[in-house]
């Protein structure tokens, strides 16, 4: 279903977009809702690209020297239970 939407452009936007409307032979209407998709498509894309798992997303967050993580992680005991 569709739904009537009412915004404000760019008077020199949507003059260019009505001319691509006309040389495309479809309605400006169209012409915004088919660029709306597009884009969307695009931001759900690189968003999926962005996402990273656990490991790639906290690495570096640690601000200690590479020796004393070593030594706290060698630690005897540490992970006993």
Do not use: C, F, W
């Not at 915004?32 to 967050?61: F, V, W």
């Amino acid at each position: 279903m569709k739904k009537k939407v009412g915004t404000i452009l760019e008077e020199e936007l949507l003059y260019k977009a009505k001319q691509v409307a006309l040389l495309q032979k479809q309605s400006l209407s169209q012409l915004l809702e088919d660029a709306l998709k597009i884009y969307l498509l695009y931001i759900e894309k690189n968003k999926m690209k962005r996402q990273k798992n656990i490991s790639q997303s906290t690495h570096g967050t640690m601000k200690i020297p590479r020796t004393v993580l070593k030594n706290i992680m060698e630690d005897e005991g540490i992970y006993d239970t």
